[in-house]
């Protein structure tokens, strides 16, 4: 995918996201400057009985952009990726799914270039940048 994404959004700097309180915030914080709000397909792994969520805070495999106030124009509203874990998916290399919130187009490439990272891969513990996003 590297002629798909810029060298701009390559180089984004991302950091964790530690609670679900932090997240809640970011998405908050998206929606009030025109995004969804949420973590497309998240909800019941976020959410619900299994809490899939809270091992990827574990894992650090949710993670939130990191703005550069030199390049960024402010003020510039947040973008969050997260790798979570779906018990249900047994017919793919991975039971992960990505999912994306952001505004920005370059955000968005940013998240899966960072998604992608050798860095997320050895996180998650699976064999490549293999995962269903949404």
């Avoid at 390559?10 to 709000?37: N, P």
């Amino acid at each position: 995918i590297e002629h798909l994404v810029s060298e701009e959004a390559r180089s984004e700097r991302w950091e964790e996201v530690r609670t679900a309180e932090e997240l809640q915030s970011l998405l908050r914080e998206i929606e009030e400057r025109g995004g969804m709000g949420q973590l497309p397909a998240m909800g019941k792994m976020m959410w619900g009985e299994e809490r899939e969520l809270t091992e990827s805070f574990k894992k650090g495999l949710v993670k939130k952009i990191v703005r550069n106030e030199k390049t960024s124009p402010a003020p510039v509203a947040p973008a969050v990726v997260a790798l979570v874990k779906d018990p249900a998916i047994d017919s793919l290399a991975s039971q992960y799914v990505c999912s994306v919130a952001a505004i920005r187009q370059h955000d968005f490439d940013s998240a899966l270039w960072e998604a992608c990272s050798d860095n997320m891969v050895a996180k998650r513990g699976d064999s490549g940048p293999a995962f269903v996003t949404v």
